[in-house]
C-alpha cells in the first residue's frame, strides 16, 4: 500500500497540497495498482499490493465497498445494518479486462478500473454516475475517499444538520455532540448518520458508510470539483444505492437499516412541554387550561424537575406529592404522560439503580479498568454499558414502575452522551464499552453510536414489559438505525426567526437520512418568542412530524394561550386542523413504516425531474416541501410582509383554504399572520375527520 510508481507522481503531488490545503499532515498512503483478481459469486475481491479490496452485490440496488488496507478483512459488524436485511446476495457474473473488472446488477453496474485504482459507478445505460477521484488512502487507522463532483450535483442527508437543505460547497463531521443554542452553522450536532443521498438531472443515488468512528464529508468545499469521506478509525466499508429515483434509494437504505415502527396514534397530537412543569399543581393547571379553553392536546412533559435530586427512576414526593394520582388523573382528561429518563445514574449508595447496576457490572469502565465517573445532571454518575445485551435487558427493568402508573412514553435525553465539565462535553476516548460481539471497545468506536443503544435499550425494554402496546420514545442522540427505537427532536433551538427557518431543511433532511419521526422545539427553546413568531411556529408545526411546543428554564410562558385571544384563536385554529388531518398524517406515518419515506418530504423527492426543486438559488424555494404525497406546504418564515412567491409542483394544485385552482408554475401570495400557504395536489384524497 504505498506509492511506489513513478507514474503517479503527478498524483502524489496533488495528495501533499490537498493535505497542505486543509493544514492536515496527515501523510496519506494511497492504495496502489491492482494486482490480482478473484472472482466471487456475487463480486469481486481485488489485491492491490498488500491491500484488499472487496466489491459485492447485496441485492439488486446496492453494492457494497470494503478495503482492507492490510489484506485482512475485519469480522463483519455493524451497529446499523439489520441481519435480516440482506437475505440472498444476487450472483453476477464478472467481467475482467487488462484495465477494469466490471459487474452489473439490475439497476447498474460497477467498474474497477485498475491504476490507478478508481472504483466507479455507472447507470444501466453504462453512463458513469460516479467515480472516484483518486485512489482511496489511508493514514494510520483513518482513511479517505474522494469522489468526482459534477457542478451540478446536490447533496442530502447526514442526519440532524442545520444551514440549507443542499449539503453542497460544506464539510461536516459526524460526532453526536450537545450543543445548547447551536446556530446555523454549528456542526456537529446530536446525531449523526453517515448516509447521503444525491439529486443531478433528475437522476440520484446513495452512499452509505458503515462506520460510527468520528467520520468527515466535504462536498466541495476543499476543492471544488471533488468531494470526499473517510473516518479517523474502524473499517472502510460503504455501500452504494442506485436509483435514478431518489424514491427508490431511500427505500433501499432504510430496508438496510431498518423502519421506524407505527408510534401510537396519540402522539401525533399535540404535546406541550417546558424545562420544567413542577410543581404538581402546575402540571394539573396546565392540562387544565387546555381543557378550558378547547386547546387540543394529548402529551405533557415532564422534564427532569420531577426527579428527586435528579435521580432518574425516582419522584421528588415534595414536589409532586401524589404522582400516581396525576398520571391517572391527567389521564381521565385525556393526556398522556411523558417522563423524562436520562441514562446517568446517580452515583450514590442507597440508590436502587445505582445498587443494582454496580452488583451487575453493568456501568462503562475507564481505562484503567475503574468504573467510569463523570458529572451531569445528578452529580457524580455513572453510565450503563448499553453495547451490551444483559444491561440493556437491566436499564428496561427499570421502567416497570412507571409503565405500571399508566406513564405513556419516555424521554431519553443527554445520550450524546453529554458530560459536564469536560471540554469535550463527553467521555473520555479511551473508556471501554462491552459488546455483544463479545470485543471491549474503546469510546472513540462506540460514542456515535452510544445514543441509539440507549434509545434501543428504552423501546426494547418497555416492549418487554408490555408486549401489548407501542412503546414511545423520544432520543437526543441517534445513528444510522436509531429510527427503530425512538422518535427525535432538534435539540436545544432558539426562540428566534431564523431558528423557524432553518427548522424545514434540518426535519427534511432527517427525513433523507431514513430519520422520519423527527420534530424540533416549538416556539424555541433558547429565549422567548414574541407573539407573532409562536404564532407562525405553531401553525409551520401541524406540518411537521413531532408537534412539540417546548421552551427551556426562565423563559417566557409558552403554551398557546399566552398572548392574547388573538393569537389564541390562531393558534387554536391550527392545532385544531392538526387534529382534522390526522387521518392523513397516520396514514403517512403508517405508510413509512414500511417504505421509509418520510411524512415531511423534499418536493425533489415526487418529482425528481422538475429540477427547479433542486436548482432554485432561493433557498425560499428549496424549503418548500410535501407533507405526505399530497399536501404542499410553502413556509413563511420571516417578519416581511412582502410577497411570497411559491414555486407549484407539475399537475394540478388547489389552495386548501380557498379551493382555489392554482394556475401554472408559480404563485405569489402575501400569506396574512393567520395564514399558511397549503396546497392539494389534484386527484388528491384526503381524510379528515371532525374534531
Ligand atoms: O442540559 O432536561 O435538550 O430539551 O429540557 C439540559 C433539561 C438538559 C437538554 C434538552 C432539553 C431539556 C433539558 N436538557
Same mark, same amino acid.
Given at each position: ?449 452510544? !445514543?441509539? *443503544?440507549?434509545?434501543?435499550? #428504552?423501546?426494547?425494554? /418497555?416492549? %418487554?414489559?408490555?408486549?401489548? =402496546?407501542? &412503546? ?115 396514514? !403517512?406515518? *403508517?405508510?413509512?413504516?414500511? #417504505?421509509?419515506?418520510? /411524512?415531511? %418530504?423534499?418536493?425533489?423527492? =415526487?418529482? &425528481? ?83
Amino acid at each position: 500500500m504505498m506509492i511506489s510508481n513513478q507514474r503517479f507522481s503527478p498524483l502524489l503531488f496533488l495528495l501533499f497540497s490537498f493535505c497542505t490545503v486543509f493544514g492536515s499532515d496527515r501523510p496519506w498512503q494511497s492504495v496502489g495498482p491492482v494486482t490480482q483478481v478473484k472472482k466471487l459469486s456475487n463480486g469481486v475481491e481485488l489485491q492491490a499490493g498488500k491491500a484488499a479490496i472487496r466489491v459485492t452485490a447485496t441485492s439488486d440496488s446496492i453494492i457494497r465497498v470494503r478495503v482492507a488496507p492490510g489484506g485482512v478483512f475485519p469480522a463483519d459488524r455493524s451497529w446499523a445494518i439489520l441481519p435480516e436485511a440482506l437475505p440472498e446476495a444476487p450472483r453476477v457474473n464478472v467481467v475482467d479486462s487488462p484495465r477494469a473488472v466490471e459487474f452489473s446488477i439490475a439497476s447498474g453496474a460497477v467498474r474497477v478500473q485498475k491504476s490507478p485504482l478508481h472504483v466507479q459507478f455507472l447507470d444501466v445505460a453504462g453512463k458513469l454516475l460516479e467515480s472516484d477521484a483518486r485512489p482511496i488512502a489511508f493514514s494510520g487507522a483513518a482513511f479517505r475517499i474522494w469522489k468526482q463532483l459534477p457542478t451540478d450535483e446536490h447533496f442530502y442527508g447526514l442526519g440532524d444538520k442545520a444551514g440549507p437543505i443542499d449539503r453542497r460547497n460544506e464539510t461536516f463531521t459526524m460526532w453526536n455532540t450537545d450543543m445548547y443554542g447551536w446556530q446555523e452553522s454549528t456542526d456537529p450536532l446530536y446525531k449523526d448518520i453517515p448516509f447521503f443521498l444525491t439529486m443531478r438531472k433528475g437522476i440520484s443515488y446513495g452512499v452509505f458508510l458503515d462506520n460510527a468512528y468520528r467520520s468527515s464529508f466535504d462536498f466541495g468545499r476543499g476543492e471544488r470539483d471533488i468531494y470526499s469521506f473517510g473516518a479517523e478509525g474502524g473499517e472502510l466499508n460503504y455501500y452504494f444505492f442506485f436509483g435514478p429515483e431518489p424514491k427508490k434509494v431511500l427505500q433501499s437504505y432504510t430496508a438496510l437499516v431498518g423502519h421506524v415502527p407505527l408510534p401510537p396514534l396519540w402522539t401525533l397530537g399535540f404535546q406541550q412541554s417546558r424545562y420544567s412543569y413542577f410543581p404538581e399543581s402546575r402540571v394539573r393547571e396546565i392540562a387544565n387550561t387546555f381543557r378550558e379553553r378547547n386547546i387540543p392536546a394529548d402529551v405533557i412533559y415532564l422534564d427532569i424537575d420531577y426527579q428527586k435530586d435528579y435521580a432518574p427512576f425516582t419522584i421528588d414526593t415534595g414536589k409532586f406529592p401524589n404522582f400516581q394520582g396525576m398520571i391517572r388523573d391527567l389521564g381521565q382528561q385525556g393526556f398522556k404522560v411523558i417522563l423524562i429518563t436520562d441514562l446517568h445514574i446517580k452515583k450514590q449508595t442507597g440508590y436502587k439503580p445505582y445498587d443494582e447496576g454496580l452488583a451487575q457490572d453493568n456501568f462503562v469502565k475507564a481505562a484503567d479498568g475503574s468504573v467510569f465517573v463523570g458529572k451531569v445532571w445528578p452529580g457524580d454518575s455513572v453510565f450503563p454499558d448499553f453495547t451490551l445485551e444483559r444491561v440493556r435487558r437491566w436499564w428496561g427493568t427499570l421502567y416497570r414502575d412507571f409503565l405500571d402508573m399508566g406513564v405513556g412514553g419516555f424521554w431519553n435525553d443527554m445520550n450524546e452522551p453529554a458530560v459536564f465539565e469536560r471540554a469535550d462535553k463527553t467521555m473520555p476516548l479511551d473508556n471501554r464499552h462491552r459488546t455483544d460481539w463479545g470485543v471491549t471497545l474503546p469510546h472513540t468506536a462506540v460514542h456515535n453510536v452510544f !445514543g441509539m *443503544e440507549n434509545a434501543r435499550a #428504552t423501546y426494547e425494554g /418497555l416492549l %418487554r414489559l408490555h408486549p401489548n =402496546e407501542r &412503546p414511545f420514545v423520544l432520543t437526543r442522540a441517534a445513528y444510522a438505525g436509531a429510527q427503530r427505537y425512538a422518535a427525535s427532536w432538534t435539540g436545544d433551538n432558539t426562540s428566534s426567526w431564523n431558528h423557524l427557518r432553518m427548522m424545514t431543511p434540518n426535519l427534511l433532511n432527517l427525513g433523507l437520512s431514513g430519520y422520519p419521526l423527527v420534530g424540533a422545539d416549538i416556539g424555541g427553546f433558547a429565549g422567548s418568542p414574541p407573539p407573532d413568531l409562536l404564532t407562525r411556529w405553531i401553525e409551520l408545526g401541524v406540518f411537521t412530524p413531532i408537534y412539540r411546543d417546548h421552551t427551556t428554564k426562565g423563559t417566557a410562558d409558552q403554551e398557546p394561550w399566552v398572548h392574547g385571544p388573538e393569537h389564541e384563536a390562531i393558534r387554536r385554529r391550527y392545532i385544531e386542523l392538526r387534529y382534522r388531518l390526522l387521518p392523513y398524517i397516520y396514514t !403517512g406515518v *403508517e405508510q413509512t413504516t414500511r #417504505t421509509g419515506i418520510p /411524512l415531511m %418530504r423534499p418536493v425533489f423527492l =415526487e418529482y &425528481p425531474q422538475d429540477e427547479r426543486f433542486y436548482t432554485e438559488q432561493d433557498t425560499a424555494f428549496l424549503d418548500e416541501y410535501l407533507f405526505g404525497r399530497d399536501l404542499l406546504i410553502a413556509p413563511r418564515v420571516t417578519e416581511m410582509l412582502d410577497p411570497l412567491q411559491i414555486n407549484i409542483p407539475p399537475g394540478s394544485w388547489y389552495d386548501y383554504w380557498t379551493g382555489e385552482k392554482v394556475q401554472g408554475g408559480s404563485v405569489k401570495l402575501t400569506p396574512a399572520l393567520d395564514s399558511l400557504p397549503v396546497f392539494v395536489r389534484g386527484g388528491a384524497i384526503i381524510p379528515q375527520q371532525p374534531l
